[in-house]
């Protein structure tokens, strides 16, 4: 067997085995929709309450994008 089969077979053994540990670890873990993960995440941030009041008034038409 050459050199680089065994070097892609060892590669692939180890993203096999972090794909296992991986997979182990969200196991336990209950699914979640991801909206609900990040809500509260702009809570008092100043940028972003500025990109939602942006974001309306193109929506309105009262700003050009």
């Given at each position: 067997?050459?050199?680089?089969?065994?070097?892609?077979?060892?590669?692939?053994?180890?993203?096999e085995?972090?794909?296992?540990?991986?997979?182990?670890?969200?196991?336990?873990?209950?699914?979640?929709?991801?909206?609900?993960?990040?809500?509260?995440?702009?809570?008092?941030?100043?940028?972003?309450?500025?990109?939602?009041?942006?974001?309306?008034?193109?929506?309105?038409?009262?700003?050009?994008?």
């Open positions: 067997m050459s050199q680089k089969t065994q070097q892609l077979e060892l590669r692939l053994a180890r993203v085995q972090e794909l296992a540990e991986l997979k182990a670890a969200l196991a336990g873990r209950p699914a979640e929709p991801w909206y609900r993960q990040i809500v509260g995440e702009y809570a008092g941030d100043q940028v972003f309450a500025e990109i939602l009041r942006l974001g309306g008034l193109i929506r309105r038409g009262k700003l050009k994008g």
